[in-house]
């Protein structure tokens, strides 16, 4: 569904990615791991197309590298950046109608989905999004690209500076996903979440891939984990 090959990324003169090769199949979810200034978010972002790319990126047999961002998200890539993505003048539930673009009313996802996840945004479905906490925040940006109804999610970060319940949330709504068929390409600092909802991992170092195999597989690593994830 996603292929990459022979990717390389760059910020102006430097050049951060090195080849980076991997896929992404129908339904399933990928855990990107590494230290950080390991190469993942310029990963997601030379996919998105909001990095200098060269090389083979593949959407659905179709050649995607260097298309502009929202071609990407128009053939149903969507995007989770780390930094929180969202109108804070308009309310949450504006909010989610502008996710809903994309998708117009035929989508796979609707408000009370979103609100049956996140109880707390239907609380709060009326309130401008700019006064929220910063975690109720992070589930309205998972929420809003939901509604655009992307076959792949590629998520940065989701779980950072959330308190366990949200974060257990959070797992809830990728198993969600999962299991109405998008797939998952999950960049993520807690290993041990990573493992557990991911079907398969992959471990960067130095702007390169250097592990691809089962959560099973990296927990059996230890030389892979101590190198180049700092956890022994
Ligand atoms: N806008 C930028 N300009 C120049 N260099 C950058 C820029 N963004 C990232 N880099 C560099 O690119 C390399 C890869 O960074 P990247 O953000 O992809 O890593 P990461 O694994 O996602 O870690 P983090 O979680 O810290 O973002 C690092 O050496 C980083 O310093």
Not at 106 to 132: C, I, N
């Amino acid at each position: 569904m996603l292929e990459i090959d022979n990717l390389h990324a760059f910020y102006g003169k430097s050049h951060v990615l090195h080849g980076v090769h991997f896929k992404v199949a129908p339904g399933e979810i990928v855990a990107l791991l590494g230290r950080n200034g390991s190469g993942r978010s310029t990963t997601a972002k030379a996919i998105m197309g909001l990095a200098d790319a060269e090389g083979d990126i593949r959407w659905k047999g179709q050649r995607i590298t260097g298309l502009k961002p929202y071609e990407v998200a128009h053939l149903g890539i969507g995007y989770v950046p780390e930094s929180r993505d969202i109108f804070p003048k308009l309310t949450v539930h504006q909010n989610l109608m502008l996710g809903q673009k994309r998708a117009g009313k035929g989508g796979r996802w609707s408000f009370d989905d979103m609100y049956a996840m996140f109880p707390r945004l239907k609380e709060r479905q009326h309130t401008e999004a700019g006064v929220m906490s910063g975690g109720e925040q992070q589930m309205l940006t998972l929420c809003r690209t939901l509604m655009g109804d992307p076959d792949l999610i590629i998520i940065d970060e989701p779980t950072e500076g959330l308190a366990p319940k949200i974060v257990e949330l959070v797992a809830e709504y990728l198993r969600t996903l999962k299991a109405k068929g998008v797939s998952v390409l999950l960049i993520e600092q807690k290993l041990t979440i990573a493992l557990q909802i991911s079907d398969r991992a992959l471990v960067m170092g130095h702007g390169s891939i250097v592990f691809d195999g089962t959560p099973e597989e990296l927990k059996a690593n230890p030389y892979v984990r101590k190198e180049w994830l700092e956890v022994g």
